[in-house]
Nanobody, 131 residues
Framework: QVQLVESGGGVVQPGDSLRLSCAAS????????SGWFRRAPGKERVFVAA????????YYEDSVRGRFSVSRDDPKNTAYLQMTNLEPEDTAVYFC????????????????????????WGEGTQVTVSS
């Protein structure tokens, strides 16, 4: 099965940028939709962003749209979450997750944003935004 490892988290100040990486092994991400989720302290895990298996469609939660950008580098078999203008509210453990293309019988924003639709998960990377 595909294995996912997140990296790139750290401690930054408000307004800073970070790029999170999700390195995949065991299978090519070209065959998967890739999503990013986060869990803030004391909060539920929520959707952040996703990219379709083709790389042609992306989705963003409202609070990060315009600040975050999800992408995929096929030669490196890695998905990315570029985060800019970080805010304290972005502090969370960030997870990447993937699901094989067309495995779930749904489509659109609600589908990509549903954590239950993803089959494989990384263990997360901590992002802390504090002054």
């Amino acid at each position: 099965q595909v294995q996912l490892v997140e990296s790139g988290g750290g401690v930054v100040q408000p307004g800073d940028s970070l790029r999170l990486s999700c390195a995949a092994s065991g299978d090519t991400l070209r065959n998967y939709a890739s999503g990013w989720f986060r869990r803030a302290p004391g909060k539920e895990r929520v959707f952040v962003a996703a990219i379709s298996w083709s790389g042609g469609v992306t989705y963003y939660e409202d609070s990060v749209r315009g600040r975050f950008s999800v992408s995929r580098d096929d030669p490196k078999n890695t998905a990315y979450l570029q985060m800019t203008n970080l805010e304290p509210e972005d502090t969370a453990v960030y997870f990447c997750a993937v699901v094989k293309a067309f495995h779930r019988h749904c489509s659109g924003y609600d589908c990509y944003g549903d954590s239950d639709g993803y089959d494989y998960w990384g263990e997360g990377t901590q992002v802390t935004v504090s002054s």
